[in-house]
């Protein structure tokens, strides 16, 4: 596709690995706390009788 060998979509692709590796740890930080709070949005929906939740994680950036 004419669109990757753009300036544009190079300077892009270049970018996109140091990008991921900065993003990923502090997504994996966040997602016990959100997993938390869609389930206990679920059981409130659903009426669970015990919810487990996980402390909540705060990440500096």
């Known amino acids: 596709m004419a669109y990757y ?3 544009p979509a190079q300077s ?4 996109m ?5 900065a993003v990923t740890p502090k997504l994996g930080a966040l997602l016990p706390a959100l997993e938390a709070d ?3 949005a679920f059981c409130e929906e ?4 015990t ?3 996980a402390p909540a994680t705060t990440s500096s950036p």
Do not use: D, N
């Open 46 to 49: 659903i009426g669970c009788e």
């Open 5 to 7: 060998e753009s300036p």
């Open 12 to 15: 892009l692709l270049a970018k």
């Open 51 to 53: 919810v487990k939740r």
């Open 38 to 40: 869609l389930e206990a």
């Open 17 to 21: 690995p140091a990008y991921t590796a």
